[in-house]
């Protein structure tokens, strides 16, 4: 699987660092970023903002049967996080024993990589969350 | 020139292989093995950790207990020799996960395991001719080992990050001295998957004099000796070298007790002696002093003469979780499992 430097690399911000959006006019948070707010519409006023590293889990699953790219890492828990200002998002669960990966765990996000092409291809890293 | 640590930061991967299982996998004496070497296990990286991943857990919490903004850091350097690229700078990719202003100069340092005391050097210099605000240098490693080599045994994964600058030090470095010869004691060759070593020449000739060098050559520019240290921090590929080194240089064994950290996680190369500097971090007390001493296969050997102040006391100085406490959050695991996340299985 090859990845695409202009994709992995314009979302460096995001996938490194949490970067998302704030809308302050209504203060409602975007990740990933969006550049217009959808209940504010014209009148919003959105800017970059960092998204808080810890949260909990709110729904996970195990993978048993992983995309290409990830067999290696096969069994593995996606998990969609609610993060501490309430903006959800999906990620892989790590470094987290099996008994404790459940609804409402805490998690804190680690920096790992996620894909990478073939020994000498390009590596997209980013963010997965542990169980605190 | 008052030059020293603002903030510090450990990594250590949670994966731990016992040198028990890897000797029982080669037939070998697994009690003598780990006797011998001074060590019962070591920490090993996921298969989706590498020096870059290291390096960037352990920058973010450097930034945490300095307690500054990232924005600030105006040059950072990181040393290693399992680079994920061969050519492609890791420094960026802590800059940009730490969330850097884009105003900072990075490079990548290799020195066997002293490349990171060379960057808390070089960010030493930068930081006392007011070129930078505050620099980050970190030292981190997936340290390979070929299979039924003795590095095997010894060869761990982890790294430590410093922020070095003028103001709000929690520990004043007073003085660095290096010590550094041509001697080719180990090495890895361009494309090679693992490194070699000349065996026994790997002690005396190598380790013993550049380390006894380095710390005897910083004593004498300090006007100190053994007594006037609480600690010290040798560079530790396995149990038995520091404990040796310690002795020979007057050292009771006590104060090297808190940075011993190899034989619970490995030899960490570029993350070793430093990893031992943050646990040391962990615990001193204000006014208490460290000597430091790296060694490099090369090979070289860098000193620092160390002297904790009172902010070191402050809420949130020190990282939030100290270098034992990383140590004992582990699972172990098997040859296989380990052999598969170092990457040791050939795929094609």
């Known amino acids: ?132 | 020139m008052v030059v020293g640590i603002v903030g510090y930061g450990t990594y250590i991967p949670k994966m731990r292989i016992k040198v028990e299982e890897i000797a029982n996998v080669w037939g070998k004496d697994a009690a003598r093995v780990s006797e011998g070497l001074g060590i019962k296990e070591k920490a090993v990286g996921a298969i989706d950790e590498d020096s870059a991943t290291i390096a960037v857990e352990a920058a973010r919490r450097a930034v945490k207990s300095a307690k500054i903004s990232a924005k600030d850091i105006n040059a950072i350097f990181v040393g290693s020799e399992s680079k994920p690229y061969a050519v492609k700078p890791t420094a960026t990719i802590v800059g940009a996960a730490i969330n850097s202003s884009p105003h900072f100069t990075a490079a990548d340092f290799e020195f066997a395991c002293k490349a990171g005391t060379a960057a808390i050097q070089s960010c030493m210099g930068m930081a006392s001719s007011n070129m930078i605000k505050y620099g980050l240098a970190i030292g981190a490693d997936t340290a390979q080992g070929r299979p039924n080599d003795a590095l095997e045994f010894s060869a761990g994964s982890g790294g430590a990050a410093f922020i070095i600058g003028k103001e709000n030090l929690i520990a004043e470095i007073e003085g660095t001295y290096s010590f550094t010869t041509d001697t080719p004691d180990f090495w890895r060759r361009q494309h090679a998957n693992y490194p070699k070593h000349g065996g026994r020449f790997t002690a005396e000739p190598a380790y013993f004099k550049h380390v006894m060098a380095g710390a005897k050559g910083m004593m004498e520019r300090m006007g100190t000796s053994a007594k006037d240290y609480d600690y010290f921090v040798p560079h530790q590929p396995n149990g038995k070298f520091p404990v040796r080194v310690a002795k020979m240089l007057g050292f009771e064994h006590s104060k090297i007790v808190p940075g011993l950290i190899t034989p619970f996680i490995g030899n960490t190369y570029s993350g070793s002696s430093i990893i031992g500097l943050s646990s040391v971090l962990d615990v001193a007390k204000p006014g208490e002093r460290v000597l430091v001493v790296s060694y490099g296969s090369g090979a070289g050997s860098d000193a620092f003469s160390i002297k904790i102040t009172k902010e070191i006391s402050e809420k949130g100085r020190r990282q939030e979780v100290a270098v034992f406490d990383q140590i004992k959050e582990k699972h172990y695991v098997n040859y296989a499992v380990y052999a598969k996340h170092r990457r040791k299985l050939k795929e094609d």
């Open chain 1, 1 to 132: 699987m090859k990845n695409a430097i202009p994709l992995i690399w314009r979302r460096i911000p995001e996938r490194y660092a949490l970067m998302g959006t704030v809308c302050e006019n209504c203060k409602t948070e975007y990740f990933p970023k969006r550049m217009f707010c959808a209940k504010c519409r014209r009148k919003g006023r959105v800017v970059e903002k960092q998204m808080p590293d810890e949260g909990k889990i709110f729904s996970f699953s195990e993978v048993h049967v992983a995309p290409t790219g990830h067999e290696s890492e096969a069994p593995y828990f996606l998990a969609i996080i609610e993060l501490k200002n309430g903006v959800r998002l999906m990620s892989q669960i790590v470094d987290s024993e099996k008994e404790k990966i459940k609804f409402g765990s805490p998690v804190k996000m680690m920096f790992r990589k996620i894909t990478e092409d073939d020994h000498d291809g390009t590596i997209a890293y980013g963010y997965k969350f542990k169980v605190v």
